[in-house]
């Protein structure tokens, strides 16, 4: 990893992290449409998704992992926790984002490391997700060993067609034998 990466989970989305993150958004967003957006955030739309970020994240319901590289926003993750007492062994990964200047730099590799730990830490035993099939990021998750558990024919309407979801699961064991080198 190179020595202009910095890394961490983020205390709270304050005006800098939140406009990095929305950036981040956005600038995938303008890339493939996803993220739950058609259209890049407008100010107001950012603002309220930075403050009820920032909410989500001082409650711990909501962990996120921020990567910058040379000083600019690179990945961010968001793993969000049940908040149901029998679910505390799950957790969702709400967003994953990376910036098209830094893929193929391994942060992805780095984002799951760190996810795993954070996990475990926490307790989590079994992520879970949901996207857009065919996208890019689906065929990401794939890689990763996600696996498929429902699919939802009318998930996403983009463009003005209706897309087929897919929710998939993976555990916290199997992700860490994949992303961490055996030794």
Same mark, same amino acid.
């Given at each position: ?14 005006? $800098?992290?939140?406009? &990095? ?19 890049? @955030?407008? &100010?107001? =739309? ?15 319901? $909501? ?12 990945? @961010? ?6 908040? @149901? ?6 957790? &969702? ?18 984002? *799951? ?19 857009? =099939? ?11 060993? *996600? ?5 939802? &024919? ?25 992303? *961490?080198?055996?030794?």
């Amino acid at each position: 990893m190179d020595s202009d990466v910095k890394y961490g989970w983020i205390s709270g989305a304050d005006a $800098c992290d939140g406009r &990095e993150i929305v950036a981040l958004i956005n600038e995938a967003v303008a890339d493939e449409g996803t993220l739950g957006y058609a259209a890049p @955030m407008t &100010e107001a =739309e950012a603002d309220a998704y930075v403050k009820a970020l920032d909410i989500r994240v001082a409650s711990g319901d $909501c962990h996120v992992f921020l990567v910058r590289v040379g000083g600019e926003p690179a990945f @961010m993750a968001q793993l969000s926790i049940s908040g @149901m007492p029998n679910c505390r062994h799950r957790a &969702e990964i709400s967003k994953g984002v990376a910036a098209r200047r830094f893929r193929g730099r391994g942060l992805v590799d780095l984002a *799951f490391r760190e996810i795993v730990k954070r996990s475990e830490t926490l307790g989590v035993e079994q992520l879970v997700l949901d996207v857009r =099939e065919g996208t890019r990021a689906h065929r990401l998750w794939q890689r990763y060993g *996600f696996q498929t558990y429902g699919v939802l &024919e009318d998930y996403a309407r983009f463009g003005g067609v209706s897309h087929r979801g897919h929710f998939m699961v993976q555990t916290t064991a199997s992700l860490r034998a994949r992303v *961490f080198p055996q030794g």
